[in-house]
């Protein structure tokens, strides 16, 4: 049984939680021991990991204090034994994890980038540019979900590229669970944009809305879907009522079957200020989605060749009167799944490339 430390989990589902599930349920547990690290009470989907078997950890975190969290840390190798510590991050202002694993001989240390540009403040900045220097000293395997996402961790150094894997066949497109959700929503006759994404300043809802708003203008049909929830919530739905779409903006909130409402969804739009690879997207074309991107999000995320990318700079309008073209470009929703498999984005894939290099290391 090969043992493996995850760290990334918070009490969030956002697509680095949802990549940890994904993999997680796709390696065999009979050959594979999971624990998680956990800095707050809880974490997202722990019920689901603990009916798995998965040990959860629950520490103190580093605000708590350094000197605590780097105690509590030391406990956790002490008292266990590890194979694999495998480090999912949006930032290297945090490396200690991986110090200590190499003080404790763990044989395989990975860090693995999931973010492409700086999420926190000016003291994360500085802490990942300091850690960017030294963290080759500390990891032994360096993994990155985009190229993008790899310069933003690694600079130049080589790094081996894990693409975001989802459980494709979930996300194939179904004429009758469209019918199903656009039924229960009432969006029957409508042009439905969607977005699948936590409220961060990153996704950058507020230009969503305004570019909505600009739609709706043009075409009184459309409605916008919203799944996800987050700090900025309370702004954006402040901005929905000042614009006077409540009646045709519908949040959703954090939902269980994201794979369906995507069927219900005519058009996916995705105007983050950056992203590595996101798994919004991904889900969104493994539906069989047109999308209308930023230019800010990495090429790489265009499996399909369907995604139109926009700056950010442009004019709201200039936004809604490209989606609205796109409403009568037909594409064939049912191939996709089968592109997406092809380009390598099945989970099996995923784990199998994983397992692979768990196996160089450990036997």
Same mark, same amino acid.
């Given at each position: 049984m090969i043992?493996?430390?995850?760290e990334?989990?918070t ?8 990549f ?13 021991s999971? #624990? ?7 974490i ?16 103190n975190g580093r ?37 200590i694993?190499?003080r404790?001989?763990?044989p ?10 700086n999420?926190g ?12 220097? *030294? ?18 961790f ?22 009758g ?21 936590? *409220? ?18 043009l ?12 700090e ?6 402040t ?20 794979n ?6 005519d ?28 230019d ?13 990318f926009?700056?950010? #700079? ?13 409403e ?13 498999k092809?380009?390598? *984005?099945?989970?099996?894939d995923?784990?199998?490339?994983v397992e ?8």
């Open positions: 043992r493996i430390l995850v990334g989990m009490e969030g589902k956002g697509g680095k939680e949802a940890i599930m994904n993999t997680f349920r796709a390696f065999d547990k009979s050959k594979y999971f #624990s998680f690290i956990s800095y707050n009470d809880r997202a989907y722990q019920d689901e990991l603990e009916s798995f078997g998965a040990e959860i950890i629950r520490i605000n708590k204090g350094l000197l605590g969290y780097r105690r509590s840390l030391s406990d956790v190798f002490s008292k266990r034994k590890f194979d694999v510590v495998w480090a999912n991050k949006t930032t290297l202002s945090s490396c200690e994890i991986l110090e694993a190499k404790h001989s763990v395989l240390r990975i860090v693995h980038s999931h973010s492409s540009s999420m403040g000016r003291l994360t900045f500085v802490l990942h540019s300091i850690n960017k220097l *030294f963290v080759k000293s500390l990891a032994n395997e360096y993994f990155a979900c985009s190229d993008t996402a790899a310069k933003w690694f600079g130049n150094q080589s790094y081996t590229l894990i693409k975001n894997g989802i459980d494709v066949e979930k996300f194939r497109y179904n004429s669970v469209r019918d199903l959700i656009r039924k229960e929503w009432k969006l029957n006759d409508c042009f439905v944009l969607g977005h699948v994404g936590r *409220f961060g300043i990153e996704k950058n809802h507020t230009k969503l809305i305004n570019v909505f708003n600009e739609v709706h203008k075409q009184s049909n459309a409605k916008l879907v919203l799944c996800g929830d987050g900025e919530r309370i702004h954006i739905e901005l929905i009522k000042k614009l006077g779409l409540e009646d045709s903006v519908i949040i959703m909130g954090i939902v269980n079957n994201v369906e409402v995507l069927q219900a969804m058009l996916f739009v995705m105007p983050s200020f950056f992203e590595g690879l996101p798994f919004a997207l991904l889900e969104a074309q493994a539906a069989g989605l047109k999308c209308v991107v930023s800010t999000v990495s090429r790489e995320s265009d499996v399909l060749g369907w995604n139109v926009l700056p950010l #700079s442009a004019d709201d309008t200039i936004w809604a009167k490209k989606i609205i073209e796109l009568n470009t037909n594409v064939f929703r049912e191939d996709a799944c089968d592109i997406i092809d380009e390598g *984005f099945d989970i099996k995923t784990v199998q490339q692979n290099i768990i196996r160089n290391h450990i036997e």
